[in-house]
């Protein structure tokens, strides 16, 4: 059995991947228990502290993450190219190990600096999805790449989905009375160690043409967004691609607490809905959406999907009832795959056979960028406004892309392929 593992190494690239994600995942419904909703008994906040400034806190604590990654992720890539996939990965998972070990501790003894320290500690070891893609480069043929990242990218989602049901049900003591916030992260640590081990036991150096006199550059992250801003060609669809992400990330930070706060939803609830809506996603990705890009163009469907994500994501203010979300969670899960799907193969298709490597780095920036400043912004938002206000801007600013798209973006943009 090892040794059949051992000969496949892409199981272990795909584990990477979803226990990456996990933790993304469990985040969600467990922050704001913590640091947003006075009444959870696992409040961490210390008494002398307004709610409005727990908004604060919870966007700083959610932006640490991607802001580390945005820096790291593309350095860490470099050095895999220098030293190897293995060593490379093997770090990075050890510091996710110690990451979630240290979220545990500080919400042991509610340490809410030490869970800054977590998160971006984090985000620094933690860019592995960069080494990842990088090894499952080395180890597919050109031809069938798109299927590999495409198993790739289903990795993500099944780890965001998991990650969302595991953080929503073991930090409910309503579950099981002795489970609390610091489970889920305790069994994110456990399963990153045995991915840790099997990186060390069953997966085999993929790179063998390594770059020894790679310099590494530190500022690649911005010289990407730099690429991003004069690639004419593509300048509009990365514009619309980077409102799309912030859109999502002004939802996914702050929506938790609007179903706390609407409807009394409980940890174990909104790791329920956020679960349901990656599921609704990852089978309308199988089942459905490949078979609308067959028969329509992407430059068409955007034109729509995009406006409707925003329409969608309004739409979540219109109900009275819980069991109402779950009627729109579908429309917005449908039309938010478009949206992700359809941008990201015009800006493939729009970007020369040659250029696809570094198209697809600029692309992990801008989507690194687009979560970084969405959670500082919603905390401020939300604590001078309502903690609903985020929702609205996120919805504004996916219209916005999709405006952006319909005014600016032109079909001849393919021809300079």
Known sequence: MVNYLRNRPLWVIYLTIFVDMLGV????????????????????????????????????LAASYPIAQFIAAPILGQLSDRFGRKPVLLISLIGTVISYLLFALGLWI??????????????????????????????TPTSERSKYF???????????????????????????????????FLAAAILSMINVLSVIYMFKETLFAKKTALKIRITESLENLTKAINMEHLRVLFFSYFLLQCGFTFFT?????????????????????????GVCIAVFQILLIPRIFKRFDERIVLKYSLIGTGIAI?????????WQLF????????????????????????????????????????????????????????????????IFVSALVTIGAGLVFIVWYRPQTIKNR
């Open 314 to 322: 309004m739409m979540y203010f219109l109900p009275k009832y819980h």
């Open 150 to 184: 495409g198993l790739a990218g289903a990795a993500l989602g099944v780890g965001f989905i998991m990650g969302a049901f595991i953080g929503g049900k073991f930090s409910d003591s309503a579950v099981i009375p002795w489970f609390s916030p610091i489970v889920p």
């Open 110 to 139: 509610k340490n809410i600096p030490l869970l800054f320290v977590s998160r971006i500690f984090d985000g620094t070891t933690g860019g592995n999805v960069s080494v990842a893609q990088a090894a499952i480069a080395d180890l």
């Open 327 to 390: 009627l729109i969670t579908p429309i917005f899960a449908l039309f938010d795959g478009l949206s992700q799907t359809g941008v990201n193969s015009l800006i493939s298709k729009s970007a020369k056979p040659e250029m696809q490597g570094s198209v697809l780095g600029i692309s992990t920036s801008i989507s690194a960028v687009a979560s970084a400043f969405p959670p500082i912004l919603s905390g401020y938002i939300a604590a001078r406004l309502t903690a609903s206000a985020p």
């Open 25 to 60: 995942g469990i985040l969600i419904p467990v922050i704001p228990i913590l640091l947003a909703d006075p009444s959870s008994k696992f409040y961490i906040l210390p008494s002398n502290f307004h709610l409005t400034q727990g908004y604060i806190i919870l966007g700083l």
């Open 253 to 277: 930070t702050f929506f938790s607490i609007s179903l706390i706060q609407r409807f009394n939803f409980t940890q174990s609830a909104i790791g329920d809905f956020f679960a349901l809506a």
